[in-house]
């Protein structure tokens, strides 16, 4: 086996985890900002894209700064 194969094999528990929590924050978060119309900063548009293509911490910036109220 390749030795970049190898090293894949023995990080690949690690890895699967950290996609799913990764892939279910992404999820979490584009269902927020599809569903609710207000936020602190910006439009909707610009956090989809935010969560879509920054990867964890996208989701995160938009739960910590860019949920706006629940109504």
Do not use: C
């Amino acid at each position: 086996m390749n030795n970049n194969v190898q090293v894949l094999m023995k990080y690949l528990p690690i890895f699967i985890p950290l996609i799913i929590l990764e892939l279910a924050l992404m999820v979490t978060a584009l269902v927020h900002v599809l569903r609710h119309p207000h936020y602190r900063f910006g439009n909707k548009v610009m956090w989809i894209i935010i969560v879509v293509f920054i990867q964890i911490i996208g989701p995160i910036v938009y739960f910590v700064f860019g949920r706006g109220e629940d109504n």
